[in-house]
């Protein structure tokens, strides 16, 4: 019986359980948790040695588990520096610039590696990165060209869909210009550094950034990102029709192609420019200062007499259906129910967008079918206005007569109270 | 013999009509300085009855259902001859009714015709107040718009925060969870059965009343006249009083047809439940004052939620209201000034709030 007696007093019974526990919290908290003693002195340090332990950690990698250790060698767990930072501990030190697409590619070109963080992250930045003119000119010698962390920044790097990227759509733009648009860093390129100034006037930047529509271009849209260019386009002048596919269509069927093509020119950008591409308006088939054509073709012949045609047949169309619309808001607005003649007004003016685009095609056969379609629904619009004016006067005439004889009959009867009364 | 009088003594043989008339020729109105807020109670008869009308052809062409009782608005207003003219004088008759129900009910408040022996009188009147309330509610979603369709949920949403049997209710009026087809199908029989034949027969409850205990005197004028009979003026109901509220009828028919040609009641947008609600939305006029009593109530006051807090001083305040005779006094000359006070107050509130809530964004 004695043996199974518990012979350990109370006391020592729950110091020995505390302490059990004390270690197995321990080691639930350290597990999977690698120690990264290069943080303990950087995080003190001044740039640009210094990283702080709230910067890395907004890192995506190292937010995934990866440490100081992963880019830059050295073994982490140890506290002692001359340790820790030794070139047997295979501690590289500030990474070369021109290291920097090797380094981050030798992950980053492992789909292996990548699928286990994020499967859908593409792995063809390295083999990309040399058909750029950045990649070119680095491997030419020229280090001042941007390199990965350039873009990307360097341990505070976030996925490209946080707002607070500096490859988000949004700031692209800005990350490019901190470069492009310096006239002293980028002396000696023989590139302009206007870019970034016209692209904040045109028309993409303003959808990106004020209506916040983040498929609306920026830099990299056109530009590529780690190659020349965009997947399947050959020449950066030819990158719009990814978007404006039918534009591109109706470009496509137009005598403007071949004598581009004939004379060098970049296509869509001969009328609507680049960088600081602005909303394209009717006025640019004028012969007013947004006027395009008359840069190239003279006044009165063949091309002009077609442009004045184009020009007038928009005019036309846009003029039916602003005519409609204010009729059809001063019957809105007196009460009258149009709400079908409004909904006929969304197509006259779809018929007009569709026109816009056909214009490329600089055909006035095919514009005027749009225009045609277009016209017919306006003027319809307009005779549903017009007649619901119509019927608001014959009400109120109506309501006039109606008026009288109410008045009428009250005078009868007051005439007639009166009588009995008296 | 005139025809008139062939058909009168024609029934007078049969049905004995002289002597059911009798009353009515004998029936006198009292005649003071006031006496035009008599009128009231007529006009608002007068409209129910143009709502009956209106409301009969609207229904030869109106279709409830969510996929078709905006498209069959739409058609009475754009197609149906003379639909506009009906449809917009049945929703401005229906506004222009709960307000002379509005100004009738705080007319008996402050001439103090609640007083014994019309305690039913005004019970029956107050309760058809709140039914008529109920006609604007449930008639309101009727063509299926935008403002409507988020106005019933908003509404709908109000009434679940009764404690225990408001979800319940909710769910009943609502035909499920959501506002749904189910719930226009519902409101419909409520806006064309139910509550007609509720308001029809307290109506009529409303009318005999009036007729068999005849208008009230405000009280100071009944002491007058019971202490001096010979200064008791009156007027004789038919034909006197009958053809002056038939004139105010027509001045009321005007009113109604400047409204309906000049300001057609606007159809709106169908509704789309799928849409976020639009910004500022509001109810109708006459529910403005509780919306916005509820919004301006903290979220918590103390452990109760706002809402429901709202929701059930808004009932108790409604049930006192009904009971409101049974704190009045049995002697004119000694009538309770504090619900005068009070009825000045709860009007200065009602007023107050619908303007606040009108311009509040």
């Known amino acids: 019986m004695a043996i199974l007696r518990n012979k350990l007093r109370p006391f020592s019974a729950g110091c020995y359980f505390g302490l059990t526990g004390f270690v197995v919290l321990a080691a639930c908290l350290s597990y999977g948790q690698t120690k990264n003693t290069c943080l303990d002195c950087h995080s003190a340090l001044p740039d640009p040695l210094g990283v702080s332990q709230e910067k890395f950690s907004q890192d995506i990698h190292s937010q995934k588990g990866l440490t100081c250790a992963s880019c830059h060698g050295g073994d982490p767990t140890s506290d002692d520096p001359d340790k820790a930072m030794s070139r047997k501990a295979g501690w590289k030190g500030k990474i070369d610039h021109k290291q920097v697409p090797q380094l981050c590619g030798k992950c980053h070109s492992d789909p292996a590696y990548i699928r286990q963080f994020n499967p859908s992250l593409r792995t063809d930045q390295l083999s990309q990165y040399p058909t750029s003119v950045h990649g070119k000119r680095l491997a030419a010698g020229d280090t001042k060209v941007a390199v990965c962390t350039d873009c ?80 399947g386009v050959d020449k950066v002048q030819n990158v719009c029709s990814n978007c404006h596919t039918f534009q591109d269509q109706m470009y496509e069927k137009s005598s403007h192609k071949k004598a581009f093509e004939a004379a060098s020119l970049p296509g869509c950008v001969v009328c609507h420019s680049n960088h600081g591409i602005g909303h394209p308006t009717d006025a640019k088939l004028g012969t007013g200062p947004d006027g395009v054509c008359m840069r190239c073709h003279a006044p009165g012949d063949k091309c002009d007499q077609a442009r004045a045609s184009l020009e007038s047949s928009l005019g036309q169309l846009d003029g039916a259906i602003k005519s409609a619309d204010q009729v059809l808001g001063v019957a809105e607005s007196s009460g009258m129910e149009v709400s079908e003649a409004r909904l006929g007004q969304d197509q006259a003016r779809d018929s007009l967008t569709k026109a816009r685009v056909t214009i490329h095609s600089f055909r006035k056969d095919l514009v005027d079918q749009d225009i045609q379609a277009g016209l017919k629904i306006a003027n319809k619009d307009l005779q549903a206005g017009d007649e619901a004016m119509i019927e608001r006067n014959h009400r109120r005439i109506g309501l006039g007569i109606s008026l009288i004889a109410v008045g009428i009959v009250m005078a009868g009867l007051r005439l007639y109270v009166k009588k009995i009364e008296s | ?160 925060q009764v404690p225990l049997v408001g979800k319940p209710m909710m769910i009943l009026l609502r035909g499920g969870e959501e506002v749904t087809g189910a719930t226009l199908t519902r409101f419909f029989g409520f806006h064309v ?53 038939m004139m105010a009828w027509y001045a009321a028919l005007g009113v109604l047809g400047v409204l309906a040609a000049v300001f057609p009641w606007n159809l709106g947008v169908k509704a789309d439940p799928f849409v976020a609600a639009p910004a500022g939305i509001k109810p109708e006029w006459y529910f403005l004052f509780m919306f916005q009593t509820l919004k301006l109530i903290p979220s918590k006051v103390w452990f109760i939620d706002g809402d429901v807090l709202g929701v059930l001083v808004f009932g108790l305040v409604g049930l006192l209201w009904i009971l409101l005779p049974f704190f009045e006094s049995d002697q004119p000359s000694h009538t309770k000034r504090w619900i005068t006070g009070f009825a000045a107050f709860a009007l200065a509130y009602m007023a107050g709030m619908s303007v606040y809530g009108y311009l509040a964004k």
């Open chain 2, 193 to 245: 059965a139910v509550l007609p034949l509720l308001a029809t027969v307290l109506i009529l409850l409303h009318v005999l009343l009036v007729q068999r205990l005849g208008m009230s005197v405000p009280p100071k004028l009944e002491v007058q006249w019971t202490a001096n009979p010979s200064a008791k003026r009156e007027m004789k109901f038919f034909p006197n009083f009958m053809l002056r509220e």
């Open chain 2, 1 to 160: 013999m005139s025809p008139l009088r062939n058909v009168r003594s024609w029934l007078d043989e049969r049905f004995g009509w002289d002597e059911l008339a009798a009353p009515l020729r004998k029936k006198t109105v009292p005649l003071h300085r006031l006496s035009y807020w008599y009128f009231l109670g007529g006009i608002t008869l007068f409209l129910f009855g143009i709502q009956v009308a209106t409301g009969i052809l609207l229904l030869l062409y109106y279709r409830p259902g969510a996929s078709e009782a905006f498209e069959s608005v739409q058609y009475i207003m754009t197609q149906v001859q003379f639909g506009w003219l009906i449809r917009s004088i049945h929703s401005w008759s229906a506004n222009l009714m709960i307000f002379t129900a509005f100004a009738h009910m705080f007319s008996v408040l402050f001439l103090k015709a609640y007083r014994k022996p019309r305690e039913l009188t005004w019970v029956s009147g107050v309760i058809l107040l709140f039914l008529v309330m109920g006609f604007g509610f449930s008639g309101y979603l009727l063509p299926w718009n935008t403002l409507a369709f988020f106005a019933t949920k908003v509404g709908t949403e109000i009434t679940g």
């Open chain 1, 152 to 231: 990307h920044s360097v341990h505070d790097i976030r996925a490209p869909s946080d707002p607070r990227s500096t490859v988000n759509p949004v700031n692209v733009a800005d990350t490019c210009a901190r470069c492009h648009a310096d006239a002293v860093y980028m002396k000696g390129y023989s590139i302009p550094t206007d870019q970034f100034a016209k692209y904040s006037t045109s028309v993409h930047h303003q959808a990106l950034t004020v209506r916040g529509d983040l498929s609306a271009p920026t830099c990299t849209t056109c530009h590529g990102n780690h190659g020349a260019a965009p997947p």
